[in-house]
């Protein structure tokens, strides 16, 4: 079946500094790509969507400069967090939507983001 | 406002009980309809999901979802639970008007089974 690969699957960083996320779909095509947030026990917010090719469409209040998301090809998205400070920390989940099986939404495993 | 309820935010069940989730959404016209399972530690896994056709779906796991049009509903049922089943789950829709095919999450049900 369609598998996501997200990485990394946690990470720590500084603050002020920027993190970057990865998103693959292994064995497809993902023609959208979607970002998500996830607060303890609470549900995903999207955050964005992303076309290959084109610029992300940001939810409201998602800040589009602090979330650069990035979609270069039809197999990788990036989530850049810059300049991220400890209200940055979170559980990133990103989702990709391809041919394979209609409208078929495969997530990846998350990413734990702490901010210190 | 357009969203996504589930009304139940915690459910405690014993093993080969029966279980029913609630799920409504107030988005109009057509949509489809998905439900996900987050187990501890683990990444959204797809239950079930409806595009259209039968409004009853049968999904993995023995669980299976209906949709009732007129109620804006689309329940999660199983017969009989096991502790497996202990999990997080997520009823999400995609509004047919969104043309980015975006999916909006319900706040989650945590669904807690005694052994």
């Known amino acids: 079946g369609a598998v996501v690969s997200q990485h990394p699957s946690w990470v720590i960083c500084k603050s002020g500094t920027s993190v970057k996320i990865e998103c693959r779909s292994l064995?497809?095509?993902?023609?959208?790509m979607f970002w998500y947030r996830q607060f303890p026990k609470q549900s995903l917010m999207l955050m964005a969507t992303?076309?290959?090719?084109?610029?992300?469409?940001?939810e409201q209040g998602v800040e589009k400069d602090k979330f650069l998301i990035n979609h270069a090809s039809l197999t990788l998205s990036t989530l850049t967090v810059t300049s991220a400070h400890p209200e940055d920390s979170s559980f990133y989940i990103c989702?990709?939507?391809?041919?394979?099986?209609?409208?078929?939404?495969?997530f990846g495993s998350g990413t734990r983001l702490t901010v210190v | 406002a357009q969203s996504v309820s589930q009304h139940n935010h915690h459910v405690i069940l014993s093993e080969a009980a029966s279980l029913e989730l609630g799920c409504n959404y107030s988005?109009?016209?057509?949509?489809?309809l998905f439900w996900y399972v987050q187990y501890p530690g683990q990444h959204l896994q797809l239950l079930l999901k409806?595009?259209?056709?039968?409004?009853l779906v049968k999904g993995i796991k023995g669980f299976e979802a209906e949709f009732i049009k007129s109620k804006f509903s689309f329940n999660l049922r199983k017969p009989s639970v096991q502790w497996s089943d202990t999990a997080e789950y997520f009823c999400?829709?995609?509004?047919?008007?969104?043309?980015?095919?975006?999916?909006?999450f319900g706040s989650g049900t945590r669904l807690s089974i005694r052994p």
């Open positions: 989702s990709a939507r391809g041919q394979i099986g209609g409208q078929s939404y495969t």
């Open positions: 064995d497809f095509q993902a023609t959208t």
């Open positions: 992303s076309n290959e090719g084109s610029k992300a469409t940001y």
């Open positions: 988005y109009g016209g057509t949509v489809n």
């Open positions: 409806y595009f259209s056709g039968d409004p």
């Open positions: 999400a829709v995609n509004p047919s008007y969104s043309s980015a095919s975006k999916i909006i």
